[in-house]
């Protein structure tokens, strides 16, 4: 059996840095915000591009995401292929741009989540292998926004339905 031994001194010198009022004291003020977060876990909402700009809403800029500290803030951006590609391989992405520049100047981090299929194409679900004109012209604009927001948006969500294998080809 192996036991480790804390000298007495070390705890008490423990103890006294966590209940230490001040800048050195690892206890919190009451009514500050704690500027450390756990690692990894973010703060966001998702925006239905689809809806009306009426019901969206925009970046949050209160004094607790200000003072976030390591805690990114994510947001998903939601829109239809069909919306965004209404004619054969015409694409309109002014107001995606938009969109994704107003969220990265509040300081988020963007996730893209194209939806749905086309039909301009002949489908209003995702393309499945089988349907090979319709597949390669949701490659093509899949690879259209990569090229356009490149260095603007690192993540992308590809699907309706993230738990349904059915939802991907």
């Known amino acids: 059996v ?18 230490l009022p ?15 977060q756990p690692p990894k876990t973010g703060v966001g909402f998702d925006v239905d591009l689809d809806r009306p700009a009426s019901e969206r809403p925009g970046p949050l800029l209160s004094r607790e995401v200000q003072t976030r500290g390591a805690q990114p803030l994510y947001v998903r951006l939601l ?13 309109v992405l002014d107001e995606l ?36 004109e319709e597949l390669d012209a949701w490659r093509a604009f899949l690879r259209a926004l990569a090229g356009r927001f490149r260095g603007r948006v690192r993540f992308y969500q590809i699907s309706d339905c993230v738990d349904d294998p059915s939802a991907l080809p």
């Open 79 to 91: 829109f239809s292929w069909g919306r965004v590609e209404a004619q054969k391989g015409v694409l």
């Open 2 to 19: 192996f036991r480790l031994r804390i000298p007495p001194g070390l705890m008490v010198l423990g103890l006294f840095l966590i209940l």
């Open 22 to 36: 001040g800048e050195l004291s690892l206890l919190p003020a009451q009514n500050e915000i704690p500027t450390w």
């Open 97 to 132: 741009d938009n969109e994704v520049d107003r969220f990265r100047e509040a300081g988020f981090e963007v996730i893209l989540v194209p939806r749905g299929g086309n039909e301009a194409y002949g489908s209003s679900r995702l393309p499945s292998s089988t349907d090979t």
